[in-house]
């Protein structure tokens, strides 16, 4: 995570990685023909791109800077108690 914030741009293949760019706010280039985590391309944090377009798309996402767009729904990076607070209702529905 600290080498994702700290990057201008990130190229990868890795599904986990679209993600973290998106929280981080770090423009992402895929570099495949589709993904697994669609909501970072329709977001626009995310771009697929092959390998003839490399060069231009990392000079381009450089430029631009940081994502600027809106983050999915739930990408508030409040998970953890929104799932605390879903086990505690559920063992207390429960009886336990």
Same mark, same amino acid.
């Given at each position: 995570m600290a080498l994702l914030r700290g990057a201008a741009a990130v190229v990868t293949d890795? %599904? %986990?990685v679209q993600e973290e760019t998106t929280f981080l706010r770090v423009p992402c280039l895929t570099l495949r023909p589709n993904t697994e985590r669609p909501i970072t391309i329709s977001s626009g944090s995310n771009r697929l791109i092959t *390998?003839? /377009?490399l060069s231009s798309a990392v000079l381009k996402a450089c430029a631009a800077g940081p994502y *600027? %767009? /809106?983050l999915p729904p739930l990408w508030d990076g409040a998970a953890?108690?929104?799932i605390a607070r879903g086990i505690s209702g559920w063992l207390a529905d429960h009886g336990r």
């Open positions: 890795s %599904g %986990g *390998q003839a /377009e *600027q %767009g /809106e953890g108690p929104r």
